[in-house]
């Protein structure tokens, strides 16, 4: 019994610590590659971990490095959950900088009234955005 209290599985901790509002969440975050641990991608939730392993992943644009202090018997309230770790995370930056930093596409935009685009013209938007439709 004291040899399981040792070691628990990265999504159950994972939920545990309030990292992931599901375990089946904290399940596919570990097996899309998304968890680091003490430097090596985990690709199985089944992984186990000790006191004192260090964890690697991003929630949202933040990058997150925790090592674990506790492993927790229950998913309890945030104020318990928060005792779990301690978090070595780089500085957050403000949300304007972090908006800021996203890049996004630009969007192609039609004039009001233009209408749908005529075949010609939907043929030269698919050659240039690279899509077929050569024929």
Not at 68 to 91: C, F, K, N, W
């Amino acid at each position: 019994m004291a040899e399981q209290a040792e070691k628990l599985r990265i999504d159950k901790w994972l939920w545990h610590a309030r990292f992931y509002k599901t375990r089946s969440l904290a399940s596919k975050a570990c097996q899309s590659g998304h968890i680091v641990l003490n430097g090596q991608s985990v690709s199985k939730a089944s992984v186990t971990i000790v006191v004192g392993d260090r964890l690697q992943f991003f929630q949202g644009p933040h990058l997150r490095v925790v090592e674990i202090m506790a492993l927790g018997v229950r998913r309890g309230p945030a104020p318990e959950a928060q005792t779990l770790y301690t978090d070595h995370s780089p500085p957050r930056m403000p949300r304007k900088e972090v908006a800021s930093d996203i890049r996004t596409a630009p969007v192609a935009e039609r004039e009001a009234g233009a209408g749908r685009p005529t075949k010609a013209e939907r043929r030269a938007l698919d050659r240039l955005r690279g899509e077929g439709g050569d024929a």
